[in-house]
């Protein structure tokens, strides 16, 4: 962008900050052109929306930066880089004595999305979970996984369950979540019957007086460490092209539950979600979806009544 791209009320400070940037903070050449870039695309922004000078840019028109960056398409780190480099320049005009505070301190770019695992289909989990060997072992970690999987439990859920946490005869499941919540879930079919197999055996392994349902070869409860390891060698032995980790199965749950139920309360309840929103993330679900199933489903969404969801479908 050329220097007589902006008028002299928004390209003059800019002048003096690249000035500053490079006689008083010796930044490189790749940083203040990156500066340049970001600043004289906001100045350009602020231009058409009628702002005339930098003086006059309080928070709102900052989020309206934001906004606009996100609007386009930019990724989170982008927009957290521009923001950046627009506090920078506000703390030079405040040094100058030509703002007396920073409006863009407040304002915070978008939280990056973390990126969840690819969960397995349907025929990798039958896959994986085809261990049928009379090993104690493996008996216990096909019980693990089997339970993983069919109670969509976090790994912190199943390492601490102990034995009198778990009612066969009715298929429940006592949990311990995240900020020490307790739930209960229920289990039943393959997650029943392995872990069934595995209390048969389970005493081959456990000292005396262990309570933990699950035990390394050591006798006491096994250990975060030890489930990813033998999770992922299963895969491994099980020929999956993927990576197998607990949180990958727990994943599959939620997936595989949600395809099938299209139940996102139900399914935020199974897995102990505090906030719908998390499910909602965590199951790759986005508002137009939600929105969608909303006007289908709700008897007041539309004001023609019930005959307007057979039109819009």
């Known amino acids: 962008m050329s220097d007589q791209a902006l008028p002299s009320g928004l390209q003059k ?13 010796g930044l490189s050449l790749h940083t203040q052109r990156n500066y340049r870039q970001q600043l004289e695309t906001m100045g350009m922004h602020l231009h058409e929306m009628g702002v005339g000078a930098w003086t006059q840019v309080d928070a709102g028109w900052v989020r309206q930066l934001a906004g606009k960056g996100m609007r386009e398409g930019m990724k989170a780190s982008s927009i957290a880089t521009r923001l950046s480099s627009l506090r920078s320049f506000f703390d030079f005009l405040i040094l100058r004595g030509e703002l007396t505070a920073n ?38 970690d096909r019980a693990m996984m089997e339970m993983m999987y069919g109670a969509g439990l976090r790994l912190a859920e199943m390492v601490s369950i102990d034995v009198k946490h778990l009612n066969l005869s009715s298929g429940e499941l006592r949990v311990i979540g995240k900020g020490n919540k307790e739930r209960k ?20 392994l456990a000292n005396p007086g262990e309570v933990a349902l699950f035990v390394s070869k050591l006798g006491t ?86 005959s307007k969801k057979k039109e819009d479908e």
Do not use: C
């Not at 400070?13 to 903070?25: C, H, I, N, V």
């Not at 997936?255 to 993330?281: W, Y």
């Open 221 to 306: 409860r096994i250990s975060h460490r030890s489930v990813q390891k033998r999770m992922a060698e299963w895969g491994q032995k099980q020929s999956l092209a993927s990576h197998v980790s607990p949180h990958k199965l727990r994943h599959s749950f939620a997936t595989h539950m949600l395809e099938s139920s299209n139940n996102l309360r139900a399914v935020q309840e199974l897995l102990g979600h505090e906030n719908i929103s998390t499910t909602q993330i965590y199951t790759h679900l986005d508002f137009q979806h939600l929105a969608q199933a909303y006007d289908q489903a709700h008897p007041r969404a539309h004001k023609n009544g019930p």
């Open 185 to 204: 879930v229920p289990f039943s079919g393959y997650a029943t019957e392995w872990a069934k197999k595995w209390l048969k055996v389970r005493g081959e």
């Open 13 to 25: 400070p800019l002048e003096r900050f690249y000035e500053y940037l490079r006689s008083e903070k």
């Open 103 to 140: 409006p863009a301190k407040g304002v915070s770019a978008p939280r990056k999305q973390r990126p969840l695992p690819k969960n397995l289909d349907v025929d990798e989990v039958n896959q994986l979970l085809e261990v049928d060997e009379d090993d104690p072992l493996a008996v216990r």
